[in-house]
């Protein structure tokens, strides 16, 4: 085996999570499917907390940076979020390993300069661009969150099963969303929170 180091910690709790979904991971599980001492593991992250911050930062990883783009304000903005949903869509359970926490490591970082950054050259006052910012990760989070959920249910839910006299908003609306692709879905939730 490879030298262990950060970046093979990371590695082999991707290739982990993509079998087994993130909430199978122990520090012990990774640690034999790494093939080492689960003592090991703690030279280079310091439990398990700090394993999900760390893949969530590694998630980040790229999304603020895009040489090839020469959008600003919210449409640097709309892209920004765009490129978060793919990154969070690329790991089974990506969505769920951003949510909830707090990283201040530099791929996270340079995501939320690049939200913020964006929103201000659109001149959002330097309060709302935060909070802007910020509401549109947690849309991104929310909305990749259902999509991966919806993938991994071994069910298909019933339309049919809805009393129409009772729910007929309800039972129409479903049909709906049935019948929109999550990405005009992704888009025009976008488009309203950030009102272009």
């Known amino acids: 085996m490879a030298r262990l180091d950060r970046a093979a910690v990371l590695n082999g709790a991707w290739a982990y999570i993509e079998i087994h979904g993130v909430d199978a991971l122990t520090m012990r599980k990774l640690a034999a499917s790494l093939g080492v001492n689960h003592g090991t593991l703690y030279w280079h992250v310091e439990n398990k907390h700090a394993l999900i911050d ?13 040489p090839h783009s020469n959008a600003v304000g919210m449409e640097r903005l709309a892209e920004l979020a765009h490129r978060l949903r793919a990154a969070l869509l690329s790991h089974r359970d990506g969505a769920r390993i951003l949510a909830g926490t707090f990283v201040r490591e530099s791929h996270t970082l340079a995501f939320g300069e690049a939200a913020i950054g964006a929103a201000r050259s659109a001149a959002v ?7 802007l910012a910020f509401s549109v990760q ?8 259902e ?3 919806a993938q991994q ?3 298909a839910p019933k339309r049919t099963d809805i009393d129409e006299t009772r729910f007929p908003l309800v039972k129409a609306g479903l ?3 049935r019948n929109t692709a999550h990405d005009k879905q992704f888009d025009y939730g976008l488009r309203r929170l950030l009102r272009t």
């Not at 760390?54 to 895009?66: E, H, N, P, R, S």
């Open 125 to 131: 006052p330097e309060r709302d661009a935060v909070l």
């Open 54 to 66: 760390a893949l969530a930062d590694d998630l980040l990883a790229g999304v603020a940076d895009d």
């Open 175 to 177: 049909d709906t969303l």
């Open 138 to 145: 947690y849309y991104v989070t929310g909305f990749a969150i």
């Open 153 to 155: 249910l071994e069910y």
């Open 147 to 149: 999509e991966q959920a």
